[in-house]
């Protein structure tokens, strides 16, 4: 439905907090969702050659070198022999399955003449470099060298493929170049105890979209690190998504996640007075009033509580087992975390949107952003297959995708701004951007991450 937004006042607070949702809940929430960020704001702008500058982008890529990144779902690499190529920036790598608990990851390059291994993700019994025919076995050793005579420097004990640091979570594979990174347990804190009791073992990737955007990469991720866009990009969705009541986590001590709660099928602030509940339940269920199967709310019902309900039916049959006493926030809202540098990932049961954004082929202008929902199946059954990845053309909408349901018209909207943001910053006679103390505090948080890194890079 439409609202009228110059009904809007000018100074507005929230009628609710996210906190106050949760109070309402009918069932005790998690302990994670009462877990406050307490970081001090940061109010400095934002220098935008950060956005602009090809040689900071040049010395921003080298950050890769030293975090923790996801480069695949487990699901990619099944058996042992799958293999999975990841690029970032100019860098390339392998990630192999060895056994059933074992993968490792290798820069994709060969030890004779530097060629890569391999050009596409696949299967092999050993990697073999298609130039002169070295070869490695899959953990890494030195298995045949062309005409071995003729290289006499070559011990094969030195001579294996060097490893980089692996890790799993959640069924992403992660890697680390840095030798002396971190574990990936205490990089990803709080997420690994968030997110503890919500099946990933159960998780499979279910749907995986990738579109080449206009702008550097960290344009495109900022557009989704809050929710204060929605007013003006998103207002079709005011009437059932609570922008306005959206909680923004930081937390001191914590450089690599920080999170935002939004309060989904309840209304926004700017329109909870145009609105009934059913309005916000027809609406947040994308139907209209003379569908077959319209859920009428009972009186006294809120659409939040009607929502809950009918989430808790379908998560129920995709685990297979019942969730009786779980909150509606759980089941119903959008809460998802930021991991430092560039993934996004949703919490509960699901169906959990991700998103990955890196720079495209190494420019520093455009973006390879991906997407997709995470689904969960029963732990009786098999991991499904993972779908192959739909690659859109800079013309092709979000929205052609069917399997994206309503969020591609959503993302649609959202890359209208991308482009002209990037080209905004080239025309704007100011050296930066500024941010609101609060709800862009990710933003800010994300950028004292990055310089915390760019001080270290020799």
């Known amino acids: 439905m439409g609202y009228d937004l110059n009904k809007v006042p000018a100074q507005v607070t929230p009628h609710k907090t996210y906190q106050d949702y949760l109070d309402e809940d009918r069932h005790e929430p998690a302990p994670s969702l009462r877990d406050l960020g307490d970081a001090p704001p940061r109010l400095q702008d934002i220098d935008k050659a950060r956005y602009l500058d090809r040689g900071f982008y040049e010395r921003e890529r080298k950050i890769f070198d030293r975090v923790w990144q996801v480069a695949c779902r487990e ?3 099944p058996e042992v022999g799958d293999f999975h190529v990841y690029e970032i920036c100019e860098r390339s790598y392998l990630l192999v399955r060895l056994g059933v608990d074992e993968i490792k990851a290798y820069p994709n390059a060969c030890l004779h003449r530097g060629r890569k291994l391999a050009l596409e993700s696949g299967h092999v019994p050993r990697f073999r470099c298609p130039f002169h025919g070295f070869t490695w076995e899959l953990d890494g050793r030195l298995s045949h060298v062309p005409c071995e005579w003729d290289f006499p420097q070559i011990k ?10 692996v890790d799993t979570f959640a069924g992403w594979v992660f890697i680390n170049p840095d030798p002396d990174a971190m574990p990936l347990e205490q990089y990803l804190d709080p997420i690994w105890q968030h997110y503890a009791p919500y099946a990933w073992e159960q998780s499979y ?10 702008g550097n990469w960290k344009i495109v991720q900022e557009a989704f690190m809050e929710a204060m866009h929605s007013l003006e990009t998103h207002p079709q969705i005011l009437g059932s998504v609570d922008d306005f009541g959206c909680q923004y986590d930081v937390w001191n001590g914590k450089l690599h996640v920080n999170r935002m709660m939004a309060v989904f099928a309840a209304p926004s602030t700017y329109v909870v007075d145009q609105v009934t509940e059913q309005e916000v339940l027809d609406e947040w269920l994308g139907r209209k009033s003379s569908d077959a199967d319209h859920i ?4 006294g019902q ?47 049961f699901g169906p959990n949107m991700w998103y990955r954004f890196r720079p495209h082929k190494d420019r520093h202008e455009e973006t390879l952003m991906e997407v997709g929902y995470i689904m969960r199946h029963p732990e009786d059954q098999p991991k499904p297959e993972p779908p192959a990845m739909i690659m859109l053309d800079l013309e092709t909408p979000w929205s052609s995708v069917e399997a994206l349901a309503g969020l591609g018209f959503v ?40 310089d915390r890194y760019m001080n270290n890079i020799e």
């Not at 279910?206 to 206009?214: I, N, Q, T, Y």
């Not at 929502?307 to 006493?325: C, F, H, I, N, Y």
């Open 75 to 77: 699901e990619h690499i």
């Open 296 to 299: 009428v709310l009972e009186p």
């Open 156 to 165: 094969p004990s030195e001579f294996g493929l060097p490893e980089v640091k």
């Open 411 to 450: 993302l649609d909207q959202d890359t209208t701004n991308m482009a002209a943001v990037h080209d905004g910053l080239k025309a704007s006679f100011k050296p930066g951007i500024t941010l609101a103390a609060y709800q862009e505090s990710r933003i800010a948080h994300f950028h004292h991450t990055l």
């Open 205 to 214: 990737l279910g749907v995986h979209v990738a579109k080449v955007l206009k």
């Open 302 to 348: 809120t659409a939040r509580a009607a929502v809950a309900d009918l989430k808790r039916g379908q998560t129920e049959a995709s685990l297979g087992r019942p969730l009786s006493t779980l909150s509606d926030a759980e089941l119903v809202d959008g809460w998802y975390y930021v991991v430092f540098p560039n993934f996004m990932l949703w919490g509960g």
